[in-house]
């Protein structure tokens, strides 16, 4: 990012940092906002008195608010270096009269330090407040439920309300004077700014309540990380409602783009250089095989399974949850994608054979089996117990792609959106969920595609008298060797064209589902 427009980006930070009225950067503790005595090193630096206007767009004025902030930095530079540990932080900041522990100034390093040397320079030091000041920004907004620029104790009262925190209105009343410098009993922007500024917040409620997805976004693949619950939604019985809204909508949806994922198995494993399925060909033979009722094929246990996989994943992941020992409500990133994973091998592991009987079914040939119970009973009386787990281990193994870059790309988008068109609300709105949702979960089929080709695969071969049971590894060399790397992504087409048909018919169900259910949408 060129100077200008860094300055002009972080001039609004260093008003926060520097207040104009006198107050410099405080944070969360228990010696409560810095006392104007700690500060009047740095405020009589600045300019004087009166409320923090937006700064003008002269260089003068950029000058200045920058060489406000640069003085902060210098006086939280303990050993003068050009860049701040966590011992400068804490020495800095204690100096101040701040005291963090050591867990908090590790968050702030770690959220700002972009080159990863363990320490912030000024330009990481500037980017991080700037990132910071917009996420106290949006939780001010939405704190603000009267929109008239101040929050009041009623206001913090409902908010810690509807995240499932009750408290009186003496306790909101201390919050509130703790962070009142005027003696009004209101916080305004000014005030939430300064008290906040330096505490490293994570994982803001209202950004995660609005940006919830995996519910909602049934791609035929339940393989993506499960959704937070707060503690109103526990207590309430809320959670169960989500769930089965979600469980209905994958329902529905699957069922809508159930001939698309029949056509994408039998590509998976019939179609190859010398027998080149296409899709109107593969629709053709399907429906000449075995009528349309045949495109609904092994639709029946990929709907069963949404139940017990979506009860088994959330039952576990709340478990795990509790393995990891946070102590916070909403879990990081790299928590999330490891208790998600952890949960969603667990699921899969539970329901495994009734994704072998999804296969066979969708494969099966007109009046090979009376129903799914006959084709269990066949399986078992001629293959053994063993074949309900063919192809287990690369199933196993396109959770950790699927369930992390769905993720990453998901909060890649978010926080790209929250950066950049963010300003009164976290919510981003319908279309915007839709895309993002859409978009990261095509990513994370696409990364793990070739797993579940060769899972469909060894779950197919299983069944074929005579035939060698291959490896993974072996079957990954012989489709390499025979039909080259794009062999791996047989049945890609389908898959891909049944995503925003999925995702949409989904939301539409899960939505209409919600209101019926007696789920509020925020």
């Given at each position: 990012m060129p100077a200008g427009a860094r300055r002009s980006l972080a001039s609004p930070v260093v008003s926060g940092v520097l207040c104009q009225c006198g107050t410099a950067p405080t944070t969360v503790c228990s010696s409560g906002p810095l006392p104007a005595a700690s500060t009047a090193a740095v405020a009589s630096e600045g300019s004087g008195g009166g409320p923090?206007?937006?700064?003008?767009?002269?260089?003068?004025?950029?000058?200045?608010?920058?060489?406000?902030?640069?003085?902060?930095?210098?006086?939280?530079?303990?050993?003068?270096?050009?860049?701040?540990?966590?011992?400068?932080?804490?020495?800095?900041?204690?100096?101040?009269?701040?005291?963090?522990?050591?867990?908090?100034?590790?968050?702030?390093?770690?959220?700002?330090?972009k080159d990863l040397d363990g320490q912030l320079d000024f330009e990481e030091f500037v980017h991080y407040l700037q990132d910071h000041e917009k996420k106290l920004r949006l939780v001010f907004k939405s704190l603000d439920k009267k929109n008239d620029g101040c929050i009041d104790a009623q206001e913090i009262m409902q908010s810690l309300r509807d995240l499932g925190v009750k408290i009186s209105e003496q306790q909101a009343e201390k919050i509130l004077k703790s962070m009142d410098k005027n003696g009004t009993m209101t916080i305004d922007w000014n005030e939430w700014r300064d008290y906040h500024l330096l505490h490293p917040v994570e994982n803001i409620p209202e950004i995660i309540l609005y940006w919830k997805h995996s519910t909602i976004f049934d791609v035929g693949e339940n393989l993506t990380v499960p959704d937070e619950f707060t503690v109103?939604?526990?207590?309430?019985?809320?959670?169960?409602?989500?769930?089965?809204?979600?469980?209905?909508?994958?329902?529905?949806?699957?069922?809508?783009?159930?001939?698309?994922?029949?056509?994408?198995?039998?590509?998976?494993?019939?179609?190859?250089?010398?027998?080149n399925m296409c899709i109107v060909g593969g629709f053709t033979q399907m429906i000449r095989e075995g009528g349309t009722r045949s495109l609904w094929r092994g639709n029946g246990i990929n709907v069963l399974k949404i139940a017990p996989e979506s009860a088994i994943k959330f039952m576990a992941y709340e478990q795990i949850k509790r393995f990891i020992g946070t102590d916070q409500e909403v879990l990081r990133i790299h928590e999330r994608l490891v208790a998600g994973s952890l949960a969603g091998a667990?699921?899969?592991s539970s329901i495994y054979p009734m994704e072998v009987l999804k296969t066979r079914m969708a494969l099966?040939?007109?009046?090979?089996?009376?129903?799914?119970?006959?084709?269990?009973?066949?399986?078992?009386?001629?293959?053994?117990?063993?074949?309900?787990?063919?192809?287990?281990?690369?199933?196993?193994?396109?959770?950790?792609?699927?369930?992390?870059?769905?993720?990453?790309?998901?909060?890649?988008?978010?926080?790209?959106?929250?950066?950049?068109?963010?300003?009164?609300?976290?919510?981003?709105?319908v279309f915007v969920l839709l895309a993002c949702g859409t978009m990261s979960s095509t990513c994370g089929q696409l990364a793990s595609y070739p797993l579940a080709l060769v899972r469909t695969r060894m779950q197919a071969q299983a069944s074929i008298e005579g035939a060698p049971q291959v490896t993974m590894r072996g079957l990954f060399k012989h489709i390499l060797k025979t039909e080259g790397a794009f062999g791996l992504y047989r049945g890609l087409a389908p898959n891909f064209m049944k995503v925003i048909p999925a995702v949409s018919i989904s939301y539409v169900v899960y939505e209409n589902l919600k209101m019926t259910l007696g789920v509020d949408s925020r």
């Open positions: 923090s206007p937006s700064p003008p767009p002269h260089s003068a004025s950029l000058l200045e608010h920058e060489r406000r902030l640069h003085s902060l930095f210098l006086q939280l530079d303990v050993n003068r270096d050009g860049a701040l540990c966590v011992h400068d932080l804490a020495v800095g900041l204690e100096r101040l009269g701040l005291h963090r522990s050591e867990r908090d100034l590790w968050k702030i390093v770690k959220a700002g330090d109103e939604e526990r207590q309430t019985g809320m959670w169960w409602r989500h769930l089965v809204a979600g469980g209905g909508a994958g329902a529905v949806s699957r069922t809508c783009t159930a001939p698309l994922d029949r056509l994408k198995v039998l590509m998976q494993v019939h179609a190859s250089r010398s027998n667990i699921a899969q099966r040939k007109t009046g090979q089996y009376l129903g799914m119970l006959d084709c269990a009973k066949n399986i078992l009386a001629k293959e053994g117990m063993a074949a309900f787990y063919k192809g287990y281990i690369p199933n196993m193994l396109g959770i950790i792609p699927y369930a992390g870059i769905d993720l990453a790309v998901y909060e890649t988008l978010k926080n790209s959106w929250l950066q950049r068109y963010a300003v009164n609300s976290a919510d981003p709105g």
